[in-house]
């Protein structure tokens, strides 16, 4: 019962539904394999420049993306039989850069505090601290897991 109400807390405090009027600026499908983490943050970095985006947000988005794309191989295929690739998309919501990683695990991500020698942990809260808002949403296929960065002020 305990897990219940943390997962309700959770999809309370986390869960966003996307605006519909998000404008795709690009999309990518991954392999589930770990050297796609490399091509997954260039993408992501190469759409922000392209599209002219506020200086360092290029970087920043490239990072982040870097870090939720590592979580969706690590950890998106648990409840799934065959588990599928994973899609990056970028898109423009405003002044909002935005970068929504899908899988196909319907397992909500948490943030954890990692110890001071633990090598892992850290990931989300990367995410949490250097975007103007992130969280995850549920869909027919898995979940999204998504940040905005204001990348055109």
């Given at each position: 019962?305990?897990?219940?109400?943390?997962?309700?807390?959770?999809?309370?405090?986390?869960?966003?539904?996307?605006?519909?009027?998000l404008?795709?600026?690009?999309?990518?499908w991954?392999?589930?394999?770990?050297?796609?983490v490399?091509?997954?943050?260039?993408?992501?970095?190469?759409?922000?420049l392209?599209?002219?985006?506020a200086?360092?947000?290029?970087?920043?988005?490239?990072?982040?993306?870097?870090?939720?794309?590592?979580n969706?191989l690590?950890?998106g295929?648990?409840?799934?039989?065959?588990?599928?690739?994973?899609?990056?998309?970028?898109?423009?919501?405003?002044e909002?850069?935005?970068?929504?990683?899908?899988?196909?695990?319907?397992?909500?991500?948490?943030?954890?505090?990692?110890?001071?020698?633990?090598?892992?942990?850290?990931?989300?809260?990367?995410?949490?601290?250097?975007?103007?808002?992130?969280?995850w949403?549920?869909?027919?296929?898995?979940?999204?897991?998504?940040?905005?960065?204001?990348?055109?002020?």
């Amino acid at each position: 019962m305990e897990e219940v109400l943390q997962a309700s807390a959770a999809l309370t405090e986390y869960r966003h539904t996307m605006n519909p009027g998000l404008s795709p600026l690009g999309e990518r499908w991954i392999p589930r394999d770990p050297r796609s983490v490399a091509s997954a943050r260039r993408f992501v970095r190469d759409v922000a420049l392209d599209w002219n985006a506020a200086e360092g947000i290029p970087e920043i988005a490239e990072l982040l993306a870097s870090e939720l794309v590592t979580n969706a191989l690590a950890y998106g295929s648990r409840d799934v039989g065959v588990p599928g690739p994973v899609r990056v998309t970028v898109g423009r919501e405003r002044e909002l850069l935005v970068v929504d990683v899908c899988d196909s695990c319907i397992m909500v991500p948490r943030l954890r505090r990692a110890g001071d020698l633990e090598t892992s942990g850290r990931g989300l809260a990367i995410v949490r601290d250097l975007s103007r808002n992130w969280g995850w949403t549920l869909n027919p296929y898995g979940k999204s897991v998504w940040f905005q960065l204001e990348a055109w002020p």
